[in-house]
């Protein structure tokens, strides 16, 4: 299989605090992880690429400043939301690549609902 | 710029069968994907194709024109539980997945 776990699920804080949140590929190694963004009834917005040992590569828009990916091993992925506001509440979901699989499916991991009050 | 196009909502009975289309124009093609969602939930794999033609497995079978920039999802004997959205996205020239909006499917009895 290739299962992604998220971890937390979900999180509630106060705005100006910061929010981390874990993305793990259990049983295969990812070199490459992504995160993406989603509102409701929206389609996913592609946050970031995030390579093992390398800075992670932003899209357009995306604050790196603010959104803080760490990719610190081959089944290991974090994004960190510093000093979040209310406009910062959505679901964030993280995918990994696979590099033993034929062509390039991303595995989703289950989402992170962040609520930031 | 790139764009993916399929349809917001569709409404189809359940054992019946429905088509879900979805049209793209990207920077380069590397295959197209088509994913499940529930709602609240992390989207799941359904298919890829990368060559024109026809790809069935189960209830499900997805169909890909390269020429038209056309793909459809086709599932049959429809269940209450295939309800969610259908995602559409493209692997561009840069392997990153274009996704489309999706599609709500939703399944009366």
């Known amino acids: 299989g290739a299962v992604v776990s998220q971890h937390p699920s979900r999180v509630i804080c106060k705005s100006g605090t910061s929010v981390k949140i874990e993305c793990r590929s259990l049983?295969?190694?990812?070199?490459?992880m992504f995160w993406y963004r989603q509102f409701p009834k929206k389609s996913l917005m592609l946050m970031a690429t995030?390579?093992?040992?390398?800075?992670?590569?932003?899209e357009q828009g995306v604050e790196k400043d603010k959104f803080l990916i760490n990719h610190a091993s081959l089944t290991l992925s974090t994004l960190t939301v510093t000093s979040a506001h209310p406009e910062d509440s959505s679901f964030y979901i993280c995918?990994?690549?696979?590099?033993?699989?034929?062509?390039?499916?991303?595995?989703f991991g289950p989402g992170t609902r962040l609520t930031v009050l | 710029g790139q764009n993916i196009d399929q349809p917001t909502e569709m409404t189809a009975t359940e054992g019946a069968i429905v088509q879900i289309n979805c049209t793209y124009q990207?920077?380069?093609?590397?295959?197209l994907f088509w994913y499940q969602q529930h709602a609240g939930e992390a989207p799941t794999f359904l298919s890829y194709?990368?060559l024109d033609g026809l790809e069935e497995k189960g209830r499900f079978s997805s169909f890909l024109s390269r020429s038209k920039g056309y793909s459809y999802l086709l599932l049959k004997e429809l269940q209450m539980k295939d309800s969610a959205s259908y995602l559409c996205?493209?692997?561009?020239?840069?392997?990153?997945?274009?996704w489309g909006a999706g599609t709500k499917l939703i399944i009366k009895p």
């Open positions: 049983d295969f190694q990812a070199t490459t």
């Open positions: 194709n990368v």
């Open positions: 990207t920077s380069g093609f590397n295959g």
């Open positions: 995030s390579n093992e040992g390398s800075k992670a590569t932003y």
């Open positions: 996205a493209v692997l561009d020239s840069n392997y990153q997945l274009i």
């Open positions: 995918s990994a690549r696979n590099r033993d699989r034929d062509y390039n499916e991303q595995f």
